[in-house]
């Protein structure tokens, strides 16, 4: 392993060197990026969700299974992030007793120099409270499990969206350092059961309550596999409150290098990625937009060395024994054993990390064998999770009629029949 790691090394550093000469990589690749706003929402320290540590976990013997090897850490200068930096979540309601935090510990506001939150409780719109259906929308939460590289301000128009129509909303980021230095069991999914034991908590607070998943990329989707993994293992009751899930770009279900790779060129270089150009496959829908075509154009040539070393990199990685394992049982999970609740799947045929192939032959193989309600819509034209920016219309009548017809309509078919009034 050590000598296939050095040559791809030296490849993907000569790649990124190469990439960093024109674009800003820090901020890409580092999640002490500080916040650029003050906000004034509380800020809530969260514990480890065990028992806790004095310094710097210890090694184990899964603590060598890192995503890139370590050399690769001082070629990005990735610092490693202190026990300490553990992820807050920003709330003002009463809600904020899911932090668990030690009694006494006081809120704090964050300033300049607070680290970026991996994730935020968002309340419904006021204004949207008046409707009629508000009890049933302020009862569910929609968990929005963004995409590689993606940051709270990129999820933010979501969020919007869903408390402007009266919903609670939790958004969630891993960021870039925390999935360049993955490793088994170790800070990434450490986060991500914190993440999974307050939504548990939250959903046991009072009858009624309901979750749904949006998940954004492969990164979301296996998010949402992991939290599943760990409500099954924490609160088994906790999976019957999920009422549907929503992806958008994702999945392919199986460990991809080129699939990989592609995901982490567009996360580093962003609108320079050929990732973030669509194409035009000739749809004459009027309720599509079709953008500008792009179906000819080439990387840049920073770019494919960029892939070129990425993906014979992943290679290697992904079929290391227990990182093929690990992201095997999760795949399967929720190939095989997801809720059964309804599914809307948004994807797009001019995806250029996410063949829609592969999102068709999942809905169809996998999920409506099993017999659970499933919807899905090709966008045809739009980038990688560009699909709202490109067709908000579309994008947002799909949410709409998803959520009326499946997550309320199943809301009020779970509510207790009312007893009639005595004679």
Request: with cysteine; net charge neutral.
């Amino acid at each position: 392993m050590a000598s296939l790691h050095r040559p791809l090394s030296a490849m993907a550093v000569a790649a990124f060197a190469a990439v960093s000469s024109s674009i800003e990589l820090p901020d890409r690749l580092s999640h002490h990026h500080r916040l650029a706003e003050a906000s004034t929402d509380a800020v809530v320290p969260l514990p480890p969700a065990s028992k806790p540590e004095a310094s710097a976990p210890s090694v184990t013997p899964l603590s060598g299974l890192h995503l890139f090897p370590r050399n690769h850490h001082r070629a990005f200068c990735l610092p490693k992030a202190p026990v300490a930096s553990l992820p807050v979540i920003n709330t003002v309601h009463q809600y904020a007793g899911l932090a668990k935090a030690s009694e006494g510990a006081a809120a704090a506001v964050p300033s300049s120099s607070s680290p970026d939150v991996l994730y935020r409780w968002h309340l419904p719109d006021p204004a949207a409270c008046s409707d009629v259906s508000s009890d049933d929308r302020s009862q569910t939460v929609v968990v929005l499990l963004g995409w590689l590289g993606s940051k709270q301000k990129h999820l933010k128009r979501y969020a919007d969206w869903y408390t402007s129509r009266g919903f609670q909303v939790v958004t969630f980021t891993l960021p870039m350092s925390d999935i360049v230095s993955y490793n088994v069991g170790g800070k990434a999914e450490r986060n991500v059961e914190m993440l999974s034991e307050h939504l548990a908590d939250w959903v046991r607070e009072e009858d009624g309550k309901k979750i749904v998943f949006h998940t954004f990329s492969n990164t979301g989707w296996l998010c949402y596999g992991v939290i599943l993994e760990n409500l099954q293992r924490q609160d088994p009751s906790a999976l019957q409150k999920i009422k549907g899930s929503i992806i958008d770009s994702a999945p392919v279900a199986v460990p991809d290098s080129q699939v990989w790779a592609l995901g982490f060129s567009a996360a580093i270089m962003k609108k320079h990625s050929v990732a973030t150009k669509g194409a035009a496959p000739g749809d004459t829908r009027s309720n599509v937009l079709v953008v500008e075509s792009h179906r000819d154009i080439k990387p840049a040539a920073t770019e494919a060395v960029l892939l070129s070393a990425l993906e014979k990199f992943f290679n290697v990685v992904l079929n290391y024994p227990a990182i093929n394992r690990r992201l095997s049982g999760v795949m399967e999970l929720l190939s095989s054993n997801q809720p059964n609740c309804p599914q809307l799947y948004m994807y797009s045929s001019a995806d250029r990390v996410i063949p829609a192939k592969s999102v068709e032959s999942f809905v169809e193989s996998q999920q409506r064998r099993a017999e659970r309600e499933v919807r899905s819509c090709d966008f045809v034209s739009s980038p990688h999770v560009d699909h709202y920016r490109s067709n908000p219309g579309l994008y947002t009548s799909q949410l709409t009629s998803f959520l009326e017809d499946c997550v309320l309509t199943c809301r009020r078919e779970d509510s207790p029949s009312p007893q009639p009034l005595p004679a």
